[in-house]
């Protein structure tokens, strides 16, 4: 008869393949030998339409979900290794169409740190890995940190993500200059062929003008820019206002409302004079 902790093992893996959702297969991983508690992967067989995703190509590729933090590409790789050769690994924040990378993904840019559970596509290089992968569900927990791999965690894996955060300026400079190097050659294909189609019509007879334009403007010579600069001078004279202070302005106010009032006075007295010159002349 099997020992006790065999047979507790192999009911709580029965438990969580029952409890996995339809069309997927529960995986029981532990972190380490010393865990009691274990985590469940479901896993399926990634299906899409025949060139919708380029990078998971189907038949070959297992999809995995529930993916805890501490497991990256390197643990998922080993864990399915006992399947079959393992040709990548691809770890999402959610899942979605991938597509194939021509270039290596740069060491110092373009760097996404991934948090909480995630999803992975597991590519194989036969298909047949892939319903060996599904098979694990009837082994015990697997182990995702070992004595030969073990998983970082805790002060040594700030201290390993602190000396890879630590840029060295010979291998930056060195992707940089590659990255320049690219663009400037894809700068000059974009004018030459700019050049070539320009000027030649196309089947329904028109011109495609490029941002040169036909006729390109000359440069400006000094007595141009000389001109140019007086001009905008003497617009900003024309806006300014006559009275750019706040004092000035409260003094003007004060004198105009002065001379206002002297002039009311004024037609007051003559108000005054006229009407003590009219006189009753009835007949």
């Known amino acids: 008869p099997a020992p006790p902790r065999a047979e507790k093992m192999a009911a709580s893996t029965g438990r969580a393949a029952a409890a996995a959702p339809a069309g997927y297969t529960a995986l029981a991983v532990k972190f380490a030998e010393r865990q009691r508690s274990h985590h469940c992967l479901l896993v399926k067989e990634h299906q899409v339409r025949e060139g919708a995703d380029t990078a998971h190509p189907p038949r070959r590729t297992l999809f995995v979900l529930n993916v805890p933090p501490y497991c ?136 495609k003008v490029t941002r040169k334009g036909r006729k390109p403007g000359l440069p400006r010579t000094e007595a141009a820019n000389l001109r140019v600069l007086e001009k905008e001078k003497q617009k900003r004279a024309r806006k300014e206002l006559l009275n750019f202070y706040a004092w000035q302005h409260r003094e003007t106010k004060r004198e105009h409302i002065a001379q206002l009032r002297k002039k009311f006075e004024e037609d007051k007295q003559r108000i005054a004079l006229m009407r003590a010159q009219r006189k009753f002349r009835p007949y």
């Open 72 to 207: 990256g590409p390197d643990s998922l790789s080993r864990l399915f290794s006992r399947c079959g050769h393992v040709q990548s690994v691809d770890i999402c924040d959610k899942p979605g169409p991938g597509e194939k990378k021509d270039k290596l993904a740069s060491k110092f840019f373009d760097h996404k740190t991934l948090k909480g559970f995630q999803v992975a596509y597991v590519v194989f290089r036969k298909p047949a890995a892939v319903q060996a992968a599904k098979a694990l569900s009837q082994e015990g927990p697997l182990l995702i940190s070992t004595e030969s791999h073990p998983v970082k965690t805790g002060i040594r894996k700030w201290i390993a993500s602190y000396e890879a955060s630590i840029v060295d300026p010979k291998e930056l400079k060195a992707e940089v200059d590659a990255y320049m190097q690219d663009y400037d050659k894809k700068m000059a294909e974009e004018e030459a062929r700019a050049a070539e189609e320009e000027g030649v019509p196309d089947e329904e007879g028109w011109v």
